[in-house]
Nanobody
Framework: QLQASGGGLVQAGGSLRLSCAASGRSVSSYTTGWFRQAPGKEREGVAVDWGDGATYYPADTVQGRFTMSRDNTKNTVYLQMNRLKPEDTAVYYC???????????????????WGQGTQVTVSS
């Protein structure tokens, strides 16, 4: 089970850190990801942690601004978002998969567990 938090309203150029607390198995045993969906748009992958600490950012628009990390002692993954832009406005979701096989890190297809989503709004 995943519990996402940390969203809010921020001005352009600001920062937010999203958290996703997992219960049950250790996050290090999962491939975890952050996804977002803006109104009228498809869900897109923002960041992926393959479970071994290696991360990947499928969305070109966030590279260099967003950083995914995890704290195994807290069984939590994070998404640090810096230099936010209005186009980052979306509902952000965390997700987990026990395997990196049969998943699409660009869309979230195949991820089995999802957090409830947290709204991020960036004002211009």
């Amino acid at each position: 089970q995943l519990q996402a938090s940390g969203g809010g309203l921020v001005q352009a150029g600001g920062s937010l850190r999203l958290s996703c607390a997992a219960s049950g198995r250790s996050v290090s045993s999962y491939t975890t990801g952050w996804f977002r969906q803006a109104p009228g748009k498809e869900r897109e992958g923002v960041a992926v942690d393959w479970g071994d600490g290696a991360t990947y950012y499928p969305a070109d628009t966030v590279q260099g601004r967003f950083t995914m990390s995890r704290d195994n002692t807290k069984n939590t993954v994070y998404l640090q978002m810096n230099r936010l832009k209005p186009e980052d406005t979306a509902v952000y979701y965390c997700a987990a998969s026990p395997s990196r096989d049969c998943i699409d890190y660009r869309t979230g297809a195949g991820f089995r567990s999802w957090g409830q989503g947290t709204q991020v709004t960036v004002s211009s």
